[in-house]
């Protein structure tokens, strides 16, 4: 066959190529339709392509293919480019001539039988080719076959090929016979291997491995290796979008295979980024829904900069708010409790903070239901170290942090210094001398009995009780004094100030009633 050179194609700037215009034409519509009328012109035709896949390499092959009468040998090394050329120079013709297109996709029937090693240059050519987010039947079938292989108990080796003649080989190839891989010992043979996917890749390649029921422990080891090692030389902006793939695909996972300890490490990485609010939402959320399984430790997480206040409580209110979400649609008193006590333990530790202001406290102390607490000493020691350190705010911001406290869940020990306490308001100190009093009462009667059970004397110990509910007792008549007075002096206050007012008083709201 004579051929001419009438035609230049300059690809991408890489390279000029001088071909026949015919015999490209005559496999391609699309060459075909740009010519048209141009075909029979004996002049030499210039054609310029600004995004031909794979360049110069990827024109070669075409060329090649042409010259040759529609024949080429397509390997794992070549037919995603080839798949992706022919796409682009419509290459899927009817007529008597041989299509490109057709033999690249009929070459992926025997996708089955090539080596570990096969697929991944297949995948590592996907992904310098196409775009995960536009659907493509070669990269779904590589990724079947990969996610499989990795499923499947007997795993070909990544060092065999289905070729004995196979020119390539991937770098990180290591020499495996076909082997029965023991899952608890060799389930991350394959991690290495997939580390230089870039994220977009791994997004796709982890959502089908969940769709097929790929084993989510697994999934999960994978994607924080992948996110260590890719950190090495990521930028800011990349690790950023690293960190919130990463979040988006634990929340599509099983959480049973989410620890929380493992949620929190994503916590403290993430925050050193600017990642969206959205995906810090969704790891808060996901943290709040085990937070039963949480530790002091883990909710003492440092302010954000520019905050007075030693540590970032807003978060611990994101993170009980989401847990009270989740727990309103299935109940679980166990689970509520367990939390309680954790929070009580962080109410503790944050109590002592001088720049921690009063409604935030308040907040805290009023987030979970009374109920969910058999004993509110903890709550109480929490108040009583916050009342201690913040001497100087009213007595309505003090009545509102005590609210919380349900005097009947308070040991003996906690109501007679709760009495006895001066930075606790007047009426606190005498409902806690109130609930106080018939339990030492009854704990005098339960003396009593014993004692005259066991035939020995209690005359002593009754001596002490009495001594403890007079000195209770003399408490409560002095703070009913006190109030007394207080209540005069407000009365006084009050007529006073409206008397100068005149007929412009205003009505004062009650003080203390």
Request: aromatic share 8%; glycine share 4%; charged share 20%.
């Amino acid at each position: 066959m004579r051929f001419c050179c009438d035609l230049e194609v300059d690809v991408n700037g890489e390279e000029v190529f001088m071909v026949d215009k015919k015999t490209l034409a005559s496999f391609s519509k699309r060459l075909s339709k740009l010519f048209g009328h141009f075909m029979d012109n004996t002049g030499n035709l210039k054609v310029v392509f600004h995004d031909f896949p794979g360049g110069a390499e990827g024109f070669e092959l075409i060329a090649r293919f042409c010259y040759n009468n529609g024949r080429t040998e397509i390997t794992p090394a070549n037919i995603v480019l080839l798949n992706c050329a022919a796409q682009f120079l419509e290459m899927d013709c009817d007529g008597p001539r041989p299509s490109l297109l057709n033999q690249t996709k009929n070459s992926l029937d025997g996708i089955s039988f090539w080596s570990w090693s096969e697929l991944l240059v297949a995948l590592k050519e996907c992904q310098g080719l196409l775009s995960p987010s536009k659907p493509s039947l070669i990269l779904n079938k590589v990724l079947d076959c990969i996610i499989g292989r990795l499923a499947s108990p007997i795993v070909a080796s990544p060092y065999t090929s289905s070729s004995e003649n196979s020119s390539f080989q991937c770098s990180s190839d290591t020499r495996r016979s076909y082997s029965i891989i023991n899952n608890s010992y060799h389930v991350s043979w394959w991690f290495e291997d997939l580390l230089f996917l870039n994220i977009d890749l791994i997004d796709k390649v982890i959502k089908k491995m969940i769709s097929q029921h790929f084993d989510h422990a697994t999934i999960i080891k994978f994607l924080f290796c992948y996110q260590r090692s890719r950190f090495l030389t990521a930028t800011p902006t990349e690790k950023c979008r690293i960190m919130e793939v990463i979040i988006n695909l634990m929340s599509l996972v099983d959480r049973s295979y989410l620890s929380c300890k493992l949620l929190f490490d994503i916590y403290r990485v993430a925050s050193s980024l600017k990642i969206s609010k959205l995906y810090k939402s969704i790891l808060e959320n996901l943290i709040g829904l085990q937070l039963e399984q949480a530790t002091i430790d883990f909710l003492l997480v440092p302010a954000p900069q520019k905050k007075h206040y030693m540590y970032d409580v807003n978060l611990v209110l994101r993170l009980v708010n989401a847990f009270q979400n989740e727990l309103s649609c299935c109940q679980s008193p166990v689970r509520l409790q367990k939390v309680a006590s954790l929070l009580d333990s962080y109410l503790v530790e944050v109590s002592a903070d001088s720049y921690l202001n009063p409604s935030k406290f308040a907040e805290l102390v009023l987030l979970l239901p009374g109920s969910a607490r058999e004993s509110h000493d903890r709550l109480f020691q929490a108040i009583d170290i916050y009342l201690q350190i913040h001497g100087g705010i009213c007595e309505a911001q003090k009545m509102r942090i005590c609210s919380a406290l349900n005097y009947a869940n308070l040991s003996t020990d906690a109501l007679r210094h709760l009495a006895r306490n001066s930075k606790f308001p007047s009426r606190i100190a005498i409902q806690g001398f109130l609930n106080q009093q018939p339990m030492l009462e009854n704990l005098l009667e339960g003396q009593k009995h014993i004692d005259t059970f066991s035939g020995s004397s209690f005359q002593g110990k009754a001596e002490q009780l009495d001594e403890q509910l007079q000195e209770m007792q003399c408490r409560v008549t002095e703070l009913e004094k006190i109030c007394g007075i207080m209540q005069a002096r407000i009365g006084n206050i009050r007529r006073t100030r409206l008397s100068s007012l005149g007929n412009n008083a205003r009505f004062l709201p009650k003080l203390c009633s």
